[in-house]
């Protein structure tokens, strides 16, 4: 099959203008990031220790993402938010930090203990007034969220199993100009071998959707496990 360059299955590559890829030490560099970009103060580091008193798993934002969504909520202006996938509400109040005084952030818990230990992290971090924390199945929330183009940012980090799914719904509920964003895009770099493990193949058809969805603009950003950004158009 003819690449779009017109050679075999092959497309130019494009210098970026960085060294060779295999001349990056990208744990490094990822580390470089880490002690530049990922200050946490005592209510954040409160937020983990709270999260593993209650046996939660440690799969919340690390705290260079977690600055780098916190960054892009402000750039972006959202007054409304939606979030997938609470967990103990550390990504909750980075989140909720970039909003106005003014601002709502919505964020969805399938699991009532986790939402009970988000209320106390969001409680703790001065924001009750401007997080509204949800528990249910994210479908069936969503659905009654509304009207359409309502937010303006949606962020996901929940069961990537229903990214897809997540997307569709996502879609209807951004503004344009709207922005999605959603975490572990990479998978720990699984998604080069979609067929290693079902959630790489998953997140790869997830990442493969939205490069074609003709409703977005979008990117992933290199940071932490992978950050897809796409813009409502």
């Known amino acids: 099959m003819s690449g779009r360059d017109g050679h075999d299955g092959v497309e130019d590559r494009v210098p970026s203008g960085a060294p060779d890829p295999s001349e990056l030490d990208h744990d490094a560099l990822d580390l470089y990031?880490?002690?530049?970009?990922?200050?946490?103060?005592?209510?954040?580091?409160?937020?983990?220790?709270?999260?593993?008193?209650?046996?939660?798993?440690?799969?919340q934002l690390p705290p260079a993402t977690a600055r780098a969504v916190h960054v892009l909520v402000r750039a972006a202006g959202a007054?409304?938010?939606?979030?997938?996938?609470?967990?103990?509400?550390?990504?909750?109040?980075?989140?909720?930090?970039?909003l106005p005084s003014?601002?709502?952030l919505i964020t969805i818990e399938i699991n009532a203990d986790h939402a009970a230990v988000a209320r106390e992290s969001v409680e703790a971090a001065g924001l009750s007034d401007r997080v509204?924390?949800?528990v249910g199945d994210a479908v069936a929330v969503m659905s009654?969220?509304?009207?359409?183009?309502?937010?303006?940012?949606?962020?996901?980090?929940?069961d990537k199993e229903r990214y897809t799914t997540y997307l569709e719904m996502a879609a209807?509920?951004?503004?344009?100009?709207?922005?999605?964003?959603?975490?572990?895009?990479?998978w720990a770099g699984r998604v080069l071998?979609?067929?290693?493990?079902?959630?790489?193949a998953q997140l790869d058809r997830f990442n493969r959707v939205v490069s074609a969805d003709t409703r977005f603009d979008a990117t992933i950003l290199p940071v932490g496990d992978g950050l897809l950004l796409a813009v409502r158009r």
């Open 33 to 59: 990031v880490q002690r530049h970009f990922s200050g946490e103060d005592a209510v954040l580091r409160e937020i983990r220790r709270r999260a593993d008193e209650a046996g939660m798993p440690r799969i």
């Open 79 to 98: 007054r409304r938010v939606l979030e997938v996938g609470t967990l103990a509400g550390y990504s909750a109040v980075w989140i909720a930090r970039a």
């Open 102 to 104: 003014h601002g709502e």
């Open 132 to 134: 509204d924390i949800r």
């Open 144 to 158: 009654g969220l509304g009207p359409d183009g309502s937010f303006d940012v949606v962020f996901l980090d929940a």
């Open 172 to 186: 209807g509920l951004l503004r344009p100009g709207g922005l999605l964003m959603a975490d572990n895009a990479f």
């Open 193 to 200: 071998d979609p067929d290693s493990d079902e959630l790489a």
